[in-house]
């Protein structure tokens, strides 16, 4: 079983180490494809482990810097300590974005599960009050999304679009793909249009061609946003959309607490749960 999962964690993890993640970066770049690096990391209970994490990012924006490769940064503030209290999570993320914005970086929060929703993005407005290089991710599995998306569009900041990775109970998610496929690509038009360089995350190609269907159509120019697509997700894609001219971004996860990113991983996709139930039985 743990050999099946590291072979799964090697396509979607650049590796355990700063120097894995900034090598896959320097060839992503090499193909015109930018990056965000995220150190993985999650529900972090204790003092010392969050102070840990922010050591680790502060190190890796030096990395960024020193090996000149075109990335920024992706965080979970329940990595910074979120689960012990917003105050601890909003000081950890500061310190992160503070030097970003020496060296020129900007940084990104994910979007975890829903009892970190509100929170999250509480803390990132109150810092992009005082950060302008800072961005969030909203999931359009929420039913609360569309009002989180109105406001961040009204306060200037820039979403990452994606459709959400957490199991959410159905008061406050959609229960059916299909209305959270057409939640995002309602939300997807309403960011081309009025957002600050939303950032399309997805690697459905219906919504991917509908974005740039939507964006020709009402003139919206290829550099006023960008698709985002995970490490090891659709690689010919993301060439293919570079070399037309619109801005990627591949996300490029690295650290030694890969199972539970590599697990959503795994769960997003039937094919990769049959092959790990075949192989376990054979
Ligand atoms: P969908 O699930 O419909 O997949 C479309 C197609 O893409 C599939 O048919 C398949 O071909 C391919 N595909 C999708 N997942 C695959 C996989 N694991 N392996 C192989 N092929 C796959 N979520 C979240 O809750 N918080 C966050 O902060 C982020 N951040 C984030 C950043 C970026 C850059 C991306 C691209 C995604 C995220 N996500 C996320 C994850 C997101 O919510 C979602 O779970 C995945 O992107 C899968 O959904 P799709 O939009 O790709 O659509």
Wanted: glycine letters at 6%.
């Amino acid at each position: 079983m743990k050999g099946l999962l590291s072979f799964f964690a090697k396509r979607y993890i650049a590796g355990e180490e700063r120097k894995d993640a900034i090598g896959v970066v320097r060839r992503l770049n090499a193909r015109g494809i930018l990056a965000t690096i995220d150190n993985l990391g999650e529900h972090v209970k204790d003092l010392p482990h969050a102070e840990e994490a922010v050591r680790e990012y502060l190190g890796l924006l030096n990395d960024i810097r020193d090996a000149g490769v075109d990335s920024t940064v992706s965080l979970k503030l329940s990595h910074l300590g979120l689960a012990i209290s917003e105050e601890i999570a909003e000081r950890n993320a500061e310190v992160i974005i503070k030097r970003g914005l020496e060296l020129g970086n900007s940084v990104t929060f994910d979007m975890e599960g829903s009892r970190y929703t509100r929170k999250t993005i509480d803390i990132f407005l109150g810092l992009h009050e005082r950060y302008p290089n800072t961005a969030i991710a909203i999931q359009s599995c929420l039913y609360r999304s569309a009002s989180d998306v109105q406001l961040l569009i009204e306060r200037g900041a820039s979403v990452r679009l994606v459709k959400g990775a957490y199991k959410e109970p159905p008061d406050i998610a959609f229960p059916k793909k299909r209305d959270v496929d057409r939640n995002f690509e309602g939300l997807m038009k309403s960011l081309l249009l009025k957002g600050k360089n939303p950032a399309i995350a997805t690697h459905d190609e219906r919504l991917i061609n509908e974005a740039i269907r939507f964006a020709e159509e009402n003139h919206v120019s290829k550099e006023r946003f960008e698709f985002q697509m995970l490490l090891g997700i659709k690689r010919s894609l993301q060439r293919r959309l570079a070399e037309s001219g619109y801005r990627v971004r591949a996300y490029v996860p690295y650290g030694p607490d890969w199972l539970p990113y590599m697990l959503r991983r795994m769960r997003e996709r039937r094919e990769n749960l049959f092959f790990v139930i075949k192989n376990l039985f054979d």
